[in-house]
């Protein structure tokens, strides 16, 4: 074979990657922004239209995969792990907020290291709705999804290996960790004033009919 043979053979190979990687590209920006927007619905309670959104990330992900996974030096590079983690987080941020069973990565199609790291940022998801709920007296609501994020959290946690496993998930972690306590504080002091407005409502009624 001559050199020339050998390139053109390099040149058709290297050609079929740089499709798949763009096909994999566009896939994976596909799915992240059909997952932001899915979870902008999730908080306006419009869980119809984010099921559809989510059933479209999961099509345009399954594209990528399909493209990808013949060159897995492209596969890995990172930017389909991370449509794999928007994906993680927008379908555990709906099962939260449900109150439904999380999914598995099996489940998902997705890699243990995007989905734990799909949890992480959930979390942060979880403490925008609890603080929509405090606005709406659901303290009741609130405590029961701040029980699942420490759940959550301590599974984090436990995940004890390397960054390069892990994709950085000690960071997603510490950063998890920082929103709840904030979204802790801002519940207790919720509930501080709640207790109070409800000890001011009954002496004013008890004031009103004569006691003291």
């Known amino acids: 074979m001559d050199l020339g043979e050998i390139s053109e053979q390099i040149h058709t190979r290297l050609d079929a990657k740089h499709r798949a990687r763009e096909q ?3 896939a994976s920006r596909q799915t992240i922004r059909a997952c932001s927007t ?3 619905a999730i908080h306006r309670g419009e869980y119809e239209r984010a099921e559809e959104l989510m059933g479209e990330a999961r099509e345009a992900l399954d594209d990528g995969v399909r493209a990808l996974t013949p060159h897995p030096d492209v596969y890995y590079v990172g930017f389909l ?3 794999q983690k928007e994906y993680a987080e927008a379908r555990a941020t709906y099962a939260i907020v449900r109150g439904q069973p999380l999914p598995t ?3 998902l199609k997705v890699g243990d290291a995007p989905y734990l790291n799909g949890l992480a940022e959930a979390i942060g998801e979880v ?3 609890v603080l929509d709920l405090l606005r709406t007296e659901g303290h009741a609501r609130g405590e029961e999804l701040l029980a699942v994020v420490d759940d959550i959290y301590y599974v984090l946690v436990s995940m004890d290996y390397p960054d390069a496993m ?3 998930l000690r960071r997603s972690t510490d950063v998890a960790r920082s929103i709840m306590e904030r ?3 801002d519940f207790s002091l919720s509930e501080v004033h709640r207790q109070l407005e409800e000890a001011l409502r009954r002496h004013e009624e008890r004031l009103a009919g004569g006691g003291v």
């Open 127 to 129: 403490r925008r709705h």
């Open 24 to 26: 994999g590209l566009v």
């Open 105 to 107: 990565p099996e489940e």
């Open 166 to 168: 892990t994709g950085g």
């Open 38 to 40: 899915a979870i902008r």
């Open 183 to 185: 979204t802790r504080g």
């Open 81 to 83: 792990q991370d449509a």
